[in-house]
């Protein structure tokens, strides 16, 4: 926990605001029905920028172990999601000829949906995950993985035990890490003299550019520009020497990254290019990042007046998927069920429970051709296209989509 505030990067003190949600519960909290009549925690949701390095961060009020430890996310069920993951193993493995004698290490390595494609070609793989309950499922699928959270203390002790890694995947994990300093340092401890890291994580450029707000919540401690993020691993002896901007989470960076004192792996064209394209943004100018607030009330006025509208004209409208930044945007904007009627998800680990803070209920997606709502209010936005495709007899009975983000727009 906290006593004040500063940054967790350079230590600099905090007191710039990049943008106030309000106050929110743990955006994977999901409720049962006896949860209900309980007193639910809300914390703050307001969002610190560094005016030193830059680093546009959320305090940490509530400890990693109570915010992971049973994280309701597993990553196989998406499959938009596994085909990515197939194809990054493939285009790694050729780039960089990993085999039988190398070593993969996954931080955050959830149920194994990554590391069963480097396994299924014969390379040593080992997973390290903090959630039990999908770490579980891994092992259960012969992907030995570790319940841990990482950090200085855990890599010098698989490194006594002569565990280094050739690859070291760190993907959506970056931005979960309250104490980003020792995590990096990690790293480093971990990683063979020419070994190489690569990481994912969504980009601050695009969650700026495109009004992805509802992306902040307590579990992203940080939100990362390449500017940003290149500074940090620099400051641990680190380089960043190839970048790549992806399309997943509404924007992401891959970044390739060598001891700063490896000859391999010469530093690629695109990272002085990408360095180039955010200076030109306005990522190392304060007032660029400061204006990004106004933006999200405005974004806030818009989605209510849609909402607004619909119900005085009596129309229905009901919920697809129940992601944790569905959770930001509701509660953010005050959507309860007075707006939205239920939602529904494909995953059966949601399905029967209710959305925090809002109460919104969450049933099987069959539930949508019973009651045949108006409106079909998209939460995961970045896989629009996906859930129009699987839901496109809603306009059997006249219904529509809509899709709150990065403004609300109807899809006819
Ligand atoms: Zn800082």
């Not at 969504?202 to 939100?223: A, G, K, V, W």
């Not at 119900?311 to 707006?339: H, M, Q, V, W």
């Not at 495709?389 to 727009?409: C, D, L, N, S, Y």
């Amino acid at each position: 926990m906290i006593t004040k505030l500063e940054c967790r990067f350079c230590q600099a003190p905090l007191t710039h605001s990049f943008v106030d949600l309000g106050t929110s519960p743990l955006a994977n909290s999901y409720l049962k029905v006896e949860d209900l009549t309980k007193m639910e925690p809300f914390y703050p949701l307001r969002v610190f920028l560094c005016e030193k390095c830059f680093l546009v961060q959320l305090p940490e009020w509530e400890s990693p172990e109570k915010i992971f430890s049973d994280y309701a996310y597993f990553s196989s069920y998406s499959e938009t999601w596994l085909k990515h993951a197939k194809d990054y193993t493939e285009l790694m493995i050729k780039r960089f000829g990993f085999s039988s004698n190398s070593q993969v290490i996954e931080i955050a390595s959830n149920d194994g949906y990554l590391l069963q494609y480097f396994k299924a070609r014969d390379i040593p793989v080992l997973g390290i995950e903090p959630a039990k309950n999908v770490a579980k499922a891994a092992n259960e699928l012969g992907i030995p993985t570790l319940v841990k959270f990482f950090g200085t203390q855990m890599a010098t002790e698989l490194a006594a035990e002569g565990k280094h890694a050739d690859l070291l995947i760190g993907n959506n994990v970056l931005a979960h890490v309250p104490g980003l300093n020792d995590f990096v340092e990690g790293m480093k401890i971990i990683l063979k003299p020419h070994g190489v890291i690569t990481m994912e994580f969504p980009h601050l450029m695009r969650l700026m550019d495109e009004n992805q707000f509802d992306t902040i919540y307590h579990e992203h401690f940080s939100y990362f520009s390449f500017t940003t993020v290149e500074k940090v691993f620099a400051q641990h002896n680190l380089t960043i020497f190839d970048v790549e901007e992806l399309p997943t989470h509404g924007g992401s960076l891959r970044i390739n990254v060598k001891h700063s004192d490896c000859a391999l792996n010469p530093i690629s064209e695109k990272v002085l290019e990408l360095r180039n394209k955010e200076e030109a943004v306005g990522f190392t100018n304060l007032e660029f990042y400061l204006s990004f607030a106004e933006r999200v009330k405005a974004t806030k006025r818009n989605i209510l007046d849609f909402i607004i509208k619909a119900k005085k004209e009596g129309k229905s409208i009901a919920g697809y998927g129940a992601p944790a930044k569905g959770n930001t945007l509701l509660n953010y904007c005050g959507i309860r069920t007075d707006f939205i009627d239920y939602t529904v998800d494909r995953s059966p680990h949601k399905q029967g429970y209710f959305l925090p803070g809002t109460h919104i209920p969450i049933y099987h997606p069959d539930k949508i051709k019973e009651t045949k709502p108006d409106y079909l209010f998209i939460l995961p936005w970045n896989l629009k296209d996906e859930i129009m495709g699987q839901m496109a007899h809603i306009r059997e009975w006249g219904g529509q989509f809509v899709v709150p983000i990065p403004e609300v727009k109807v899809y006819e």
